[in-house]
């Protein structure tokens, strides 16, 4: 059993910073990878940012210069930093992650998602 869960969500003023943070817990062997998705009213949800283990950091190009994904091994957790916030952030905001586990063929990857956390950027 895996849970993942998201916080850090909230409104803030056009050209404020939120921090976002996921925490994976469980039966966990290693993670793969972790990243943020968003979704926001009336279209698919898109890739934000991710961040393989051991590679190198992922950002959608709308975010770039702008949000930095980090993540704590040791935790099993990964944030979002999130300045200069824009209206058109205006999402929920997932986070996945994806288990790596051994199995007697060899390797395992299975995808987890968090209950999303919404994030409003208004004045």
């Known amino acids: 059993q895996v849970q993942v869960e998201e916080s850090g969500g909230g409104l803030v003023q056009p050209g404020g910073s939120l921090r976002l943070s996921c925490a994976a817990s469980?039966?966990?062997?290693?993670?793969?990878?972790m990243g943020w998705y968003r979704q926001a009213a009336g279209k698919q949800r898109e890739l934000v940012a991710s961040?393989?283990?051991?590679?190198?950091?992922n950002y959608a190009d709308s975010v770039k210069g702008r949000f930095t994904i980090s993540r704590d091994n040791a935790k099993n957790t990964v944030y979002l930093q999130m300045n200069s916030l824009k209206p058109e952030d205006t999402a929920v905001y997932f986070c996945?992650?994806?288990?790596?586990?051994?199995?007697?063929?060899?390797?395992?990857?299975?995808?987890?998602w968090g209950q999303g956390t919404q994030v409003t950027v208004s004045s």
């Open positions: 469980g039966t966990i062997f290693s993670i793969n990878a």
């Open positions: 961040i393989p283990s051991g590679g190198s950091r």
């Open positions: 996945s992650v994806v288990l790596r586990t051994p199995t007697s063929t060899g390797w395992s990857l299975q995808g987890y």
